[in-house]
């Protein structure tokens, strides 16, 4: 199994990015997938999730109304629309697939900053 993210880096206050997560070594479709993030000092939380049937999502209220998962099964990518980003926003971004075991990227760095 294997997760690469990308598509961070820095934006101001109010911007946007897109995070991506390709993906391999899994059947993608049938499975739930995951966005976190870390920021420093601080414990890794859960940001966002996608299951793989009917596509159901789930985000944390800290980012409800401004980020939105997605997936291409067909590309076997998951991605993360992030709006309106806030300072509070930075933190490095992980994909998580749970198959059988948890599996993670190694993460892309937001950073929200003027």
């Known amino acids: 199994v294997q997760l690469v993210e990308s598509g961070g880096g820095l934006v101001q206050p109010g911007g946007s990015l897109r995070l991506s997560c390709a993906t391999s070594g899994f059947t993608f479709s049938r499975y739930t997938m995951s966005w976190y993030r870390q920021a420093p000092g601080k414990e890794r939380e859960s940001v966002a999730t996608i299951r793989s049937a009917g596509g159901t999502t789930n985000y944390a209220d800290s980012v409800k109304g401004r980020f939105t998962i997605s997936r291409d099964n067909a590309k076997n990518t998951v991605y993360l629309q992030m709006n309106s980003l806030k300072p509070e926003d930075t933190a490095q971004y992980y994909c998580?697939?749970?198959?059988?075991?948890?599996?993670w990227g190694k993460g892309t760095l937001v950073t929200v900053s003027s």
């Open positions: 998580n697939a749970h198959v059988g075991m948890n599996y």
